[in-house]
């Protein structure tokens, strides 16, 4: 699979083999960004199951990293790519230094934080 140079040069070499179906996606559409596809030719090119890649291309146009039309899809703008981009490499770095947060904590802290509501 290509990968575009940004992420060969500011990904550590562990999680260059791990990489998630809809980075798999993005990386496939990037390196051919002149293009479009079917779903069953991404699924072909990127080694992700026919039957998973519909729930991904669908989850990558909801956050308009896709575009689609008719039977074809293509990457999104390459404004929001590039915003996406930014924010995953943001987030990664402070979970690198800071470890990652742990959900529940944080709701418990939010049901138990009062109101400031000027009404009470």
């Given at each position: 699979?290509?990968?575009?140079?940004?992420?060969?040069?500011?990904?550590?070499?562990?999680?260059?083999?791990?990489?998630s179906n809809p980075e798999r996606v993005l990386q496939f559409l990037l390196s051919n960004d002149d293009k479009a596809f079917k779903?069953?030719?991404?699924?072909?090119?990127?080694?992700?199951?026919?039957?998973?890649?519909?729930?991904?291309?669908?989850?990558?146009?909801?956050?308009?990293?896709?575009?689609?039309?008719?039977?074809?899809?293509?990457?999104?703008?390459?404004?929001?790519?590039?915003?996406?981009?930014?924010?995953?490499?943001?987030?990664?770095?402070?979970?690198?230094?800071?470890?990652?947060?742990?959900?529940?904590?944080?709701?418990?802290?939010?049901?138990?934080?009062?109101?400031?509501?000027?009404?009470?």
């Amino acid at each position: 699979m290509v990968i575009d140079i940004d992420t060969f040069e500011e990904t550590p070499e562990p999680e260059l083999g791990d990489l998630s179906n809809p980075e798999r996606v993005l990386q496939f559409l990037l390196s051919n960004d002149d293009k479009a596809f079917k779903a069953a030719e991404i699924a072909d090119e990127t080694g992700i199951p026919s039957n998973s890649i519909a729930t991904v291309l669908g989850r990558l146009e909801d956050r308009g990293l896709v575009r689609h039309k008719a039977a074809y899809w293509a990457i999104g703008e390459p404004e929001r790519i590039a915003s996406f981009g930014q924010y995953r490499r943001v987030t990664e770095r402070l979970n690198e230094r800071f470890g990652t947060e742990d959900r529940e904590a944080w709701q418990e802290h939010a049901a138990g934080t009062p109101s400031t509501d000027e009404d009470e």
